[in-house]
């Protein structure tokens, strides 16, 4: 594919309408090849509505969605989703759920015993591998979910809020492992939440956005290098400039 | 393990208990004098009975024949059932228009118990056996269908949305997702339609017919055996048991990861 287009992803003046009700309002702006790009927004802005639009799983009313140039195909662009439920297969093992993408898409035998074997060794779950999703707890679920998305080696990767539902110390963990991942298969990662600290710690660029109808507030960039020190002054700072733009009281 | 194991060993020998002395209670009340006993055999006859029925014949044939001839009613009527319960239970799952299509017709008929279809069965399909098949389709049928469709209907969003994400074409999103979740709601219809298929066998039976276990029991009734009409009571029992254990060990083994839920 190459890297003709400077970015991965074009988002070109993305609107979505529920009936009348307008929810994403002329959107525009593009991510770079590899970056890790944070959306945040006041709760129920549409971010999850702005993430379903943006991986088709919406029909959007207006607007483009470009990846390497092209709207996007999900056939023939490799896109993988991090849900905020666990979306993991109840009836297929652990081992199984990380497979399952590979085998959609006919990978080699070989290829999809190593792959998964790496995928599951680096979240931890090799001695889970034929648990059932409902013997397990709810961070091995999500990493087991961020195992079956990185195993597909996604060219875009969008999470929605995965880690909400987890306490803050699993929360930490799983933003590390994840910043790995992210470093060691290169991937463009486009994530949403509406925590400002997490955004802040994984970003290298973060988008505002506003309440309903959803614009683009404010777009920031976050050259801190990893990891990251949530204490260190220049983070405390820039929290609290993400935090101010999303006042809306 | 070993706790579960200790676990199971109680509950058998607290349920083998309470069947003995449900037994003993029964004995007691049928016991020489009493009124009940003059009206009802005691358990020891009728189990002396319900032996000497494997080796003599009542009617035509022994009560293994009677058995035999009963299940395969059941099996025909049952299958038949399923297969269509299945496949309109799943395809009004997934697929609005066919659910606009054959959700009233359905509803409709869904409340009408099989016994009120005898008088029609018998019009159409005559006192032969296709009558029979018909009213066990009939009670196996909408037990089935409603359990599917709920199961089909009921698929998770994000997962259809996860395999989507993955590369799962929208025509592999039915044999992947749809049918595989809907899985432990198809063994739900099933297991309920046994039971009911096997009660229906035996009210069909009873109308008419010229073996089975239904007909011991009004063949008993009419020369006033009771021991025979005991005896099919509890063969018609045992059997219904039978069946739904054997319905949960295939569940158990084709949904270990519902069994799991379930734990």
Redesign the interface.
Known sequence: MGNKNEYKVQVRNLTKKFGDLLVLDDISFDVKENEFLCIVGPTGCGKTTFLNSLSKLYDITAGEILINGEPVDLKKHNIAYIFQEYSNFPWLTIRENVEFGLRIKKMPEAEIKERVDYFLDMVGLKKFQDYYPDQLSASMLQRAAIARAFAVKPEVLLMDEPYGQLDIELRFKLEDELIRLWREVGTTVIFITHNIEEAVYLSERILVLTNKPTKIKAEISNTMAHPRDIAAPEFVELRNQVTDLIKWW | MKKRKKINGVRVGIGAAAICSFLCLWAFATREGTTLGILMPGPVEVFTHLVETTYTKVGPLTIWGHMFNSLRRVLVGFTIASCCGILLGLAMGWNRTLEAIFRPIFELLRPIPPLAWISLAIVWFGLGEGGKYFIIFVSGFSNVTINVYTGAKSV?P??I?????????ER?IFPS?VI??S?PYIFTGLQIAISSSWAAVVAAEMVRSTNGIGWMITAGQSVGNMEQIMVGIIVIGVIGFLLSTFMRGVESKL????R??DS
């Open positions: 998770d994000e997962l949305g996860a395999a989507k994400m993955l590369g799962c074409s592999r997702i595989r979740s899985v949904c270990a990861w519902s799991v839920q």
